[in-house]
């Protein structure tokens, strides 16, 4: 029986890559936004752990998988997840350790390699599990039609966790009953979506290659992933250029990326509250005058 957590993701990771690891060093890194994140070192390899209460075992399962079909893809470069486990009421994670690096970062390759990912097509929306954006569940039901999907399971869902905890967002109804106009005629394919694509989960390793990581993944829209890129300040313009050269974003992206925002930004009313309650309110009010 391990007597730590460190000594129980040591033998995780033995018993899932077959090689024996023991922990020469540790490098805590602080955490992203949710979890606490650590950098195991061995002799020769080091891994990525995070670490949270045992609540997020589901949460942990999810990105592994999500990880698990980018890497599938062979687009562009995600850790790999290596395993999972639990100890003494903690989940951890791990997955490969990336070094982020130094060299230019090379955000044409960035857009070029994420239209790859976006190539990777289903048959329909959704996908095999619910998972989680930020801390919020995600609804992934399957669909064949597009806007469908969007209303039901990305919309409507955030709309009522709003009403449930008592702060019902204004204009929602009306909203839910704008979507089949504001989508008319729009038919995407269903792609490999990145899905919590912002700046914070996207960087270059230290080659300069690009590297994306914390993934909510599930066959949609790719519009989706690159209206969330632009929603915090947007990624360089040589990442747009390069992803429209691969694989161009259709006409109405541009009318379509405040709707498809409009998901995150609710999502961050009900994680945040403050002003992203008033910001949704807002869009909502754009889109439907
Ligand atoms: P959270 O799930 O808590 O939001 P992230 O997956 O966003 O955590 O990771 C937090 C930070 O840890 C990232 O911003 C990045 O700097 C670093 N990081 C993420 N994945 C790896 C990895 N595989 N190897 C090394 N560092 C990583």
């Known amino acids: 029986m391990p007597e730590t957590w460190q000594q129980a993701v040591g033998e995780a990771i033995t018993e899932a890559t077959g090689d024996y690891f023991a922990i020469q060093s540790e ?3 602080g955490g992203g936004c949710i979890n606490e994140a650590t950098l195991l070192h061995g002799d020769a390899i080091s ?3 995070k670490l949270n ?12 998988r999500a990880l698990e079909a980018i890497n599938s893809a ?5 850790p790999h997840p290596i395993a999972l486990g639990q100890f003494a009421g903690r989940a951890f994670l791990v997955l490969e350790a990336i070094e982020f ?5 090379d955000w044409s390759a960035m857009g070029e390699q994420l239209a790859t990912l976006h190539r990777k097509v289903s048959d329909r929306f959704g996908w095999a599990e619910g998972n989680y954006i930020g801390s919020s569940p995600q609804c992934n039901a399957w669909a064949d039609d597009w806007t469908t999907f969007f209303r039901e399971q990305r919309l409507r869902p955030q709309l009522e966790m709003a009403k449930r905890r008592g702060s019902p967002i204004r204009g929602a109804v009306h909203l839910l009953a704008a979507v089949d106009d504001l989508l008319a005629g729009h ?15 996207a960087g270059h390793d230290a080659s300069g290659s690009p590297v994306i990581y914390d993934p909510a993944s599930y066959y949609g829209d790719r519009e989706t992933d690159l209206a969330f890129t632009e929603m915090f300040g947007g990624f360089p313009p040589s990442f747009y250029a390069a992803y429209d050269r691969a694989w161009p974003r259709p006409a109405g992206y541009e009318q379509r990326k405040a709707l498809y925002n409009l998901y995150h930004v609710i999502n961050h009313a009900n994680l945040f509250g403050g002003g992203y309650q008033s910001q949704a309110e807002s869009v909502i009010r754009q889109l439907l005058a």
């Open 47 to 49: 891994y990525f752990v």
């Open 27 to 29: 490098t805590p890194c």
């Open 74 to 78: 062979n687009a562009i470069r995600a």
């Open 101 to 105: 690096g130094a060299a230019p970062a």
């Open 53 to 64: 209460d045992r609540s997020a075992e589901a949460m942990f399962a999810t990105e592994f």
């Open 187 to 201: 038919r995407p394919e269903p792609s490999l979506l990145h899905g919590d694509l912002w700046g914070g989960n």
